[in-house]
């Protein structure tokens, strides 16, 4: 039954991609091209080479983490929709910590940086969370207001006390130490891609192969039957959402130690809140994710290609994700909010 549920899953997902592919080759049609070049140039600006295979790898990264960051929670019933406060969060946390602490060892600097970062997701991921189990809050508004809270509070120090000099909003370069290193030149391609295989496996093992996942699988499924089980339902309502916020801190985190080497305003394209469709669309597995977060990132890499060749738009790149949102987040987010009300 597991095995045919998951293969009817698999198929609206797919059916999802396809459905909006037919769509965005009829504006394109529209637009006077044609869809098969389009396409194609798109394919290729995205795998035609071993570089652009690195950049489109590169460019899913910090997808996959707020894909797995919004999965995890749920996968307990909570809507982790605050991603991208918590990245911007983590990220600063990141910065400031290699700069204040760069005396350090290389090796130990670069994890207790790493570390800072995902303890700062992980307290603003709490909050929703507290707020949930202690007093019924909505986790989506609380963590709807947070994003404006971080994302702000983060602006103001880049434009303020961490500015470094020039016009840029931006902080000092952290030490080379810290930095991810890069696997193919010329490209964006760093081993954050090794951090990424090795959380999203932890994930799994958590999620599946233990018996705290399986409690938080369970409260996730239904709360009222995992309480009179004998779970901690808010236990688990709080812990979900603190891993949740260390999940996406990492997106931010390996984007600013991996291709920036600085916190730099606006340096996330809302990955927090793309990170959303991923999670459903990669129906919560961590391994749906991986895969999800590689087809955006396919799309975003090659639209500057399908851009150069022909005349379409790489707005037709968001016509087709913000379809496959649409057709596949929609229903899902419709079902999880009666089925919350119902429990």
């Keep these: 039954m597991k095995k045919l549920k998951s293969m009817s899953e698999l198929g609206k997902s797919l059916a999802a991609i396809g459905i909006a592919l037919v769509i965005g080759a009829f504006f394109v049609l529209l637009s006077g091209e044609s869809p098969m070049e389009a396409y194609g140039a798109l394919l290729k600006g995205a795998l035609g080479s071993p570089k652009s295979i690195a950049n489109t790898i590169s460019k899913s990264i910090p997808l996959a983490f707020t894909g797995l960051a919004v999965a995890l929670g749920s996968r307990c019933g909570m809507l982790n929709i605050g991603a991208e ?19 350090l060892p290389g090796p130990i600097l670069m994890i207790v940086s790493i570390l800072a970062g995902i303890l700062a997701g992980m307290a603003v991921g709490s909050i929703p969370g507290i707020f949930k189990a202690k007093l019924n809050t909505s986790e ?23 500015k470094a000099q020039g016009s840029a909003a931006q902080t000092h370069v952290v030490p080379e130490s810290v930095w991810f290193g890069r696997l193919i030149p010329q490209t964006q391609l760093t081993s954050a891609v090794f951090l990424l295989l090795i959380v999203a496996a932890a994930m799994y093992v958590f999620l599946w192969k233990t018996s705290l996942g399986y409690q938080l699988r369970a409260v996730g499924a239904n709360a009222s039957a995992a309480g009179t089980a004998g779970i901690k339902v808010n236990t688990f309502l709080i812990m979900s959402m603190v891993l ?21 305003e606006g340096f996330s394209p809302s990955f927090g809140f793309t990170g959303i469709a991923v999670a459903i669309l990669g129906r919560n597995h961590p391994a749906g994710v991986l895969l999800t977060a590689l087809l955006f990132g396919i799309m975003d890499m090659g639209s500057l290609r399908m851009a150069r060749v022909t005349n379409v738009s790489t707005n037709m790149v968001t016509v087709v994700q913000s379809l496959v949102i649409l057709l596949v987040a929609a229903p899902e987010l419709i079902k999880w909010n009666k089925n919350r009300k119902r429990g």
């Design 85 to 103: 406060g918590q990245l911007h969060a983590g990220a600063m946390a990141a910065v400031l910590t290699s700069l204040g602490l760069s005396f």
């Design 244 to 264: 949740s916020g260390g999940l996406a801190a990492l997106a931010g985190v390996t984007e600013v130690f991996g291709k920036y080497h600085r916190f730099i």
């Design 140 to 162: 989506v508004i609380v963590a709807i207001m947070l994003n404006y809270i971080c994302t702000l509070f983060t602006s103001w120090l880049v434009n303020g006390p961490v």
